[in-house]
């Protein structure tokens, strides 16, 4: 019954978007669902498969939050730590209030960003963009340090953190919600309570004990034929190649960015995802304990904060260490059990992971826009519906 009505689902999906599409659901140590439909590369008439490689954007945001988790069980940190304590570029910082470039209008910060405040997007940083001038200024830094990475050929996630923290915040930390640059600084955190590259750190502790062997920031030259084709998809329907993104492959500066910048499969990510759902242990590895899983998975916003997470929130969800998590299934109109927690990515990508039940359901696609708000809970209410 699953196997029918999510090839259903995922076909017609496919012929009102995304060139191509896949999905995996598991359950406990059961294969429930996998299949791949359509075209990585349309105008090539290269089909979606199992060595197909995507890029996942904000879905990379679960896996860096895992691996601060890590660090905290080790008493590296505490959430309710500074963040100046281990970042001190963040110690004094400004809160904007008006103006802009010369007439720029700053008061001194009240609070101090603390770690958590990283991980629930409480810090006050923010994405670069036009909305407001914060975010025209954080552009700026994401344009000029994109710019010494190219010419140094490499990351330079400190940097990136130090540069931000020249600006002004948007707002007093913990006060508001908004999307943004916390979990690359989070990736800064990473590599000095590491010692390590935020990217080794991946590498060593998520990546090749789970055995993801396609997961990375850069895709190594002998695998570059394996990535999906990016698309843009006009009002008519017709999908055109995006190259504007494939430039640098994340909508952001830095090369490892812990928000957004890892390309992986459905295989792997699916591995990543299911031994969170297994409480966090694979075999002899555990990933991460099932009490700090929990921790992450309830919603950590107050109720003045909480609406701001906006199509999440009208649906359901709260938000809690880097993830959003099912708090009211009548407000969505959902079957997901509560609890069940995970993210998306810009082109598409989407996961959910419900420890309860040891169940998670990976799905890729790579389409702008991303028709997400169709997509995601259609394929929620077709999982749980299918479960005895």
């Given amino acids: 019954m699953l196997k029918d009505r999510l090839d259903q689902l995922l076909t017609g999906f496919v012929n009102n978007g ?84 010369a007439a720029l209008q700053t008061t001194a910060s009240e609070k101090q960003i603390l770690v958590k405040d990283l991980f629930q997007m409480t810090s006050g940083l923010v994405y670069g963009g036009n909305a407001t001038e914060v975010e025209r200024l954080t552009s700026q830094v994401m344009k000029d340090l994109h710019q010494i990475e190219e010419k140094a050929g490499e990351s330079r996630l400190r940097q990136f953190s130090k540069n931000l923290a020249e600006l002004p915040l948007e707002f007093e930390p913990g006060t508001q919600w908004k999307y943004g640059l916390s979990h690359d600084v989070l990736g800064a955190l990473i590599e000095v309570l590491s010692g390590m590259p935020f990217g080794q750190y991946l590498s060593t502790y998520i990546f090749e004990p789970l055995q993801m062997k396609d997961t990375f920031f850069r895709i190594p030259d002998n695998k570059k034929h394996r990535l999906a084709r990016l698309y843009d998809r006009k009002h008519d329907g017709t999908l055109s190649p995006n190259t504007v993104l494939d430039k640098n492959a994340e909508p952001i500066a830095v090369m490892e960015s812990g928000g957004a910048g890892l390309f992986s499969t459905l295989a792997d990510y699916q591995k990543f995802a299911h031994c969170l759902a297994m409480g966090g242990k694979t075999g002899d590895f555990q990933l991460l304990s099932k009490h700090s899983i929990q921790l992450m998975a309830q919603n950590h916003l107050g109720d003045e904060i909480l609406p701001q997470l906006g199509w999440n929130y009208d649906n359901g969800y709260g938000y809690g260490l880097g993830v959003r998590v099912m708090m009211d299934q009548t407000k969505g109109g959902s079957t997901s059990e509560i609890g069940e927690f995970g993210w998306s990515g810009l082109a598409g990508t989407y996961v959910f992971i419900d420890p309860k039940n040891k169940l998670s359901a990976v799905y890729m696609q790579q389409m702008l826009p991303n028709f997400e708000t169709y997509h995601q809970p259609r394929i929620r209410n077709v999982v749980y519906g299918s479960l005895d």
């Fill in 18 to 101: 995304p060139s191509g599409a896949a999905m995996s659901v598991i359950r406990n140590e059961e294969v429930l669902y996998e299949n791949y439909i359509g075209y990585a590369n349309k105008e090539s008439m290269i089909r979606i498969d199992s060595d197909t490689i995507y890029r996942i954007y904000s879905m990379t945001k679960v896996v860096t939050c895992v691996a601060a988790m890590q660090l905290l069980e080790q008493g590296k940190f505490l959430l309710t730590d500074p963040l100046a304590e281990y970042l001190p570029e963040f110690r004094q910082m400004e809160v904007y209030r008006s103006g802009s470039e």
